[in-house]
């Protein structure tokens, strides 16, 4: 039936939107009231009295263990594992786990062995100690310090060994989802007690949450664990931001509430007319997702209009779909703001229909529709699968729900991929939001956002992305660069005489690859061609680049250096096969962002560049050179010339190599560069035709690249030469431009220009 007491429904509205701050309450106060005998209820709903009995043994082996040990809090030690067990409990999860849960601690912190364990609970439960043990071992390096650059040696060795038990975490799931799901439980309390801690700590704790932990909570499909994660980081990160949006919902909680009612009201009595039984209410809006929606949309809060959400939970399919058209003829639906994932699921199987009305007194009113089944999905994911009899996973959707898991740990194996790159696989590929894609027969396959036809390929098979010649979506044909859409179906055009992929394909500048798995598989087969056609292939492209970029003057011996290769061979072998980029290249030339500049650096006027460095001297005027414009990464020399103080060239510019008074050169280098745009001349050779030059400036301004001033020139034999000044932040940006003026139809050549600026046409 349809629960229609005003009682009753104001106590689903109570639980649902605008109640987050008091679920957090309430969740941190079980936190402080935790005992055995909350445990063995929560247990009892789902677990034989026999099974009760291994819970209640490993309590007591856990209190006695951690008997005299206090938390940080002050709290007695035993209320983190009684915690972490009562989680795993609310997950419906088996006797071996929730005993896990309680002794995860012991061999860690009271020094007994697991041996003990073994003997007193068996394998099954030791094994998953033991697997969290070794996960806790982790400790995680923020993104932004992930590149030591040879500065800092120790940095790097940290980023090498937590991406290594990174790695053996995904391991350690494919082996036995329970390991991290017990691993989660332990951090979802952990950060219900952070406040304890220093604020360094903290945040440190808070970001690894946000970075890993949240992310794999929503790859799982546990909503529960995930927005408590979520929200909870997020308290830390920004607490600010965090108070603000919490103190307006609780403002604005009795009128949203009241709202809710109304609509709850209206939707009773609709489905009790058409004999449907459901059960109403109102829908929590976690906090940190309605900070990510004001992110998006660039406004406040008090310009988010559809907090009000509603969740409708029927018996069968077809329900679902009868209450939609029903919500549908009561209020007009908001245009693009529908999702069918009952027809079409995420990869964590999560099922429901989403819709967006406007609902009484024409304001924003989000609706889920979903049956008991889907809803204890959605709220539970991986975990309301869980089956274990004799050693099998028995349940199917369960395997399905760990399918890309799996497939991700074989790719790992058969690449034999680094801990690193396996890490970033997951950033790239498994916690990016997610686009899901069609097979021309109606598989479902899903992607990371921003993923390309090629990505496609590579997932349906390495051959089928080796030999793709094109595509075609939803029966059009579309660039290799296309970024697919949800619901696009795909096929792949190959040709059984090409000779395997193109290096452009690797080449982030030209977006023809967004996943770790297709770029390491393209890598792959670059590896197996001859060693000396890499390093021929690699030097033909570094110096193309270096020519490309003015820099020509470089020797490749320093650029081998920049990247630690003690031999140039090595390092041209890998430019050939992949592993190193172009781009990389330019971005090693720029200088740091993070370089200081030292006292004898001038107080420059706003006409002059910012962030050179004159060596010996002080309070210099400086200028750029206009017969070469440097531009932050190219080697420069100064030149004093007479009451002009400094003028800054490329150090290979012909105006000073032959210079009669060298005495006149000072040494100078770019320090910390603001940012800052800087004039650079190019030239674009190509066959004439309609359109080439909008075609050139599209792609400058989809850079976000402004043009100053253009030239164009057309010859006798149908070519034409354009001669264009951009204003540049820095080489690498200026690599990127190039590399993506080279992909236009026609384009046979693209370089920087020595020369003077460009002429207005």
Known sequence: MVESSWKGRNRLVCRGIGAVIYLAFKMEQQVANADLDSLLEIAAKHLPPQDLELIRKAYDVAEEAHRGQLRVSGDPYIQHPLATAITLAGLRLDAAAIAAGLLHDVPEDTGRPLAMIEEQFGPEVAKLVDGVTKLSRVRWVPRDQTDGGGKDKRREEEQAYWAENVRKMFLAMADDIRVVLIKLADRLHNMKTLGFLPEEKRRRIAQETMEIYAPLANRLGIWQLKWQLEDLAFRYLDPVKYKEIAASL????????????????????????????????????????????????????????????????????????????????????????????????????????????????????????????????????????????????SDAKFDAKVAWLRQLMEWQQDLMIGAQEFVDSLRTDIFQDQVYVFTPKGSIKDLPAGATPLDFAYRIHTDVGHRCVGAKVNGRLVPLDYQLKNGDIVEILTSKTSRGPSRDWLNPNLNYIKTAHARDKIRQWFKRQQREDNIARGREMLEKELKRLGLDQTKLEDVAAAFKYDKLDDFLAAVGYGDINTHQVAQKLAPPPEEQLPPTVAALPTATPRGIQVQGVGDLLTRLARCCNPVPGDPIVGYITRGKGVTVHRADCPSIKNEDEPERLVHVEWGRVEQQTFPVVIRVEAWDREGLVRDVAAVVADERVNISAANVTVHKDRTSTLIMTLEIVSIDRLARVLARIEGIKDVFSVTRDGGGQAKAV
């Open 250 to 393: 609780k403002s604005r909680r009795a009128a949203r509430e009241r709202y809710i009612s109304r609509a709850i009201g209206i939707l009773e009595e609709e489905l009790k007319k058409a004999g449907i039984s459901a059960e109403i209410s109102g829908r929590p809006k976690h906090i940190y997702s309605i900070y990510r929606k004001m992110e998006r949309r660039g406004t406040d809060i008090s310009h988010i209009y559809d907090l009000q959400a509603v969740r409708i939970i029927v018996d069968e399919v077809r329900d679902c779909y009868t209450v939609l058209g029903i919500v549908h003829s009561l209020w007009h639906p908001l245009p693009g703001q529908f999702d069918d994932y009952i027809a079409s699921p995420k990869e964590s199987m999560y099922q429901s229909l989403h819709t967006t009305v406007l609902g009484p007194d024409a304001k924003p009113l989000e609706i889920q529709i979903r049956t008991r089944e889907m809803h204890q999905l959605a709220e539970y994911g991986v975990a309301a699968h869980w089956r274990y009899k004799e050693g099998i996973k």
